[in-house]
């Protein structure tokens, strides 16, 4: 079992084994779908302060509060898998305030981006899965290979720029538009889409083992982590086409 997702790695599930209640998929399926809710109303909570100050400065202290509260509460998330049916609803929470902040500066300066960018991450979560449970897409060896490599590259990528940046001199077609800029953001979204596919085998490899079941928690929590990525380079991508 591999995924590209940190969050189900190939130890996710060693809990598996027999259990009076096991996950399934409904549960996680409805668990997710809350996590979700929970996320678009903090975002939607942190978009509306912004277009009623016209402030930027008035939701900065809510965004990066969620970005630091998401991260300490997925990693605590990720340690104690036990709790998170605790952990995963505060996690949704401070990612709400994230991108409800994100999306309202990118929808400051590109009007119409954000309606896009929610559709088509909806819409590549709706065909992918359809695509897994028709067997159009199967999650092989050499697939979940490929997709972790190129997640891994992704991620050691922006941990150097996020380096570069604190010295003023960030990586370039990251953050700018231009022909390298949409490629490589092209890229990132394909590979992000592409990691859905490894959480809807990872999570279905974790009912068939009879996962505990608070692991419907934690797997709902995985998906939603590629989720946002998905759905942040879709903004980012959209943003430098309009440059």
């Not at 590209?4 to 809990?15: A, E, S």
């Not at 996590?35 to 509306?48: P, Q």
């Not at 800029?181 to 068939?208: M, P, R």
Request: aromatic share 12%; glycine share 12%.
């Amino acid at each position: 079992m591999r995924s590209g997702n940190p969050v189900l790695n190939p130890k996710t599930f060693d809990v598996a084994g027999a259990d009076a209640d096991p996950m399934t998929l409904g549960g996680t399926v409805n668990k997710s779908a809350m996590l979700l809710a929970l996320v678009l109303i903090t975002a939607v909570w942190t978009w509306g302060r912004y277009f009623t100050s016209q402030d930027p400065a008035a939701i900065a202290p809510w965004m990066w509060g969620g970005v630091i509260g998401g991260l300490v509460f997925g990693v605590v998330t990720v340690i104690k898998k036990e709790i998170a049916g605790y952990t995963a609803p505060i996690y949704a929470l401070f990612e709400g305030l994230a991108i409800g902040g994100i999306s309202a500066h990118y929808e400051s300066r590109f009007p119409g981006i954000v309606i896009q960018a929610v559709g088509l991450t909806f819409g590549t979560l709706f065909c992918l899965l359809a695509a897994y449970k028709s067997g159009l897409i199967r999650a092989t060896e050499t697939f979940k290979l490929g997709v972790v490599a190129a997640t891994g590259a992704i991620a050691i990528l922006y941990l150097i720029d996020l380096v570069l940046m604190l010295f003023g001199h960030p990586i370039g077609f990251i953050h700018e538009g231009g022909v390298f800029g949409i490629l490589f953001s092209l890229f990132a979204v394909t590979i992000a889409a592409l990691n859905l596919v490894l959480d809807f085998d990872f999570i279905e490899s974790g009912v068939e083992r009879g996962a505990p079941k608070y692991m419907e928690w934690y797997g709902a929590f995985g998906l939603i982590v590629t989720l946002v990525w998905l759905y942040l380079e879709i903004l980012r991508l959209l943003g430098k086409s309009r440059k």
